[in-house]
């Protein structure tokens, strides 16, 4: 995988998800920053996306962001509200391609119980090694600013 910075977050019902992603990005020797939580303990989602989307940011360009729920639909409004933040919700690998390579976006959300492992894991590292294409999309990204 691309040599970024991983800020990653779920809550409690994307939690399973999150420990499988953080053993691919292990195994990938990707620096990461896990942001809880710690267990299954019902947590509120927006707690999460606040603290990656903090991270995001304050991390630099090289720092990106993941986020699981149960559906990632959650995760994606409350990290979208962030300004700076431009948050994706990929089911497949072509919108993970898309979402860098197009939209530019920084923080990749995912559900735990539409998305199964070995599939997310196959999304993040798309997301994790495409880069932004710029040129006419970013006019566009800039549209969203």
Known sequence: MAAVKV???????GFTLKLSLLQALAEAKV????????????????????KVTSAVLGGGSQTVGV??????????????????????LCRTEFEA???????DANVLCLGERVTGSGLARAILEVFLNTQFEGGRHLARVGKIE
């Open 67 to 88: 986020l699981v729920c149960s559906t990632g639909t959650g995760m994606s409004i409350a990290a979208n509200k962030v300004k700076g933040i431009r948050a994706a």
């Open 31 to 50: 620096e990461v920053e896990d942001l809880g939580p710690t267990s299954t303990a019902s947590v509120d989602y927006p707690d999460f996306a606040k």
């Open 97 to 103: 391609r898309m979402a860098r390579a197009h939209n």
């Open 7 to 13: 800020a990653i977050a779920s809550d409690h019902a």
